[in-house]
């Protein structure tokens, strides 16, 4: 991270040959191993779990925020992600309090893939690691689904929210393995 002159911050961050993870299923049109989706998802729990040590959350996690610098379909041990977009970036509200000097802020949450407690929220400052976890589950579970947005079947943002409130979540997806499942599933529920 770059600090500048007028009291932000920039990150540079080296260029991802292969774009970003949602472009490269979508562009690829192929189903990749469990193993590899493992080894990614691990990459990006470690990427969670660096910004928690540091109390931050990320607020933006989705396939799309993800940039791939190596792949390899056949070798899982050779791919390498990275997260980006640290727009909706927080510190957490776990361990100190956030205070915003900007007169005016725009935030715009990232509705299906967001924690139902997020929606809720009047105060968008209260954010704890457990909304990244939620947002793992939805990435998790976009691989899975063959990259369909989360709720796809539902235009109405607000038929989303109220489904979220009542505690429904995301259709298995055929070919997600059960075990893989049970762990999504797990990051909905802490």
């Known amino acids: ?3 500048n002159d007028s009291n932000s911050l920039m990150l540079v961050q080296e260029y991802a040959s292969e774009g970003d993870l949602e472009e490269l299923l979508k562009e690829n049109e192929f189903r990749p191993s469990q193993a590899v ?3 990614i998802f691990l990459q990006i729990i470690d990427a969670i779990v660096y910004l928690a040590n540091y109390c931050i959350v990320h607020g933006d996690l989705a396939c ?3 940039l791939v610098f190596r792949f ?3 070798e899982p041990q050779e791919i390498l ?3 980006t977009d640290f727009g909706l970036t927080r510190a957490s509200t776990l361990y100190s309090v956030v205070v915003s000097t900007a007169s005016t802020t725009l935030v715009v949450v990232p509705l299906r893939y967001a924690a139902p407690e997020i929606l809720q929220s009047a105060s968008l400052s209260k954010y704890s690691e457990k909304l990244d976890v939620y947002s793992m589950g939805v990435l998790m579970w976009e691989p899975c689904s063959q990259e369909q947005l989360p709720y796809a079947s539902i235009e109405d943002d607000n038929e989303v929210r109220r489904r979220k409130f009542n505690g429904e979540i995301l259709t298995k997806p055929e070919n997600c393995d059960e075990a893989l499942w049970t762990i ?4 909905w529920h802490l």
């Open 1 to 3: 991270m770059v600090e």
């Open 37 to 39: 989706l493992l080894e």
């Open 64 to 66: 799309r925020n993800v």
């Open 72 to 74: 390899n379909n056949f």
């Open 81 to 83: 992600v990275k997260l």
């Open 184 to 187: 999504i599933v797990g990051c």
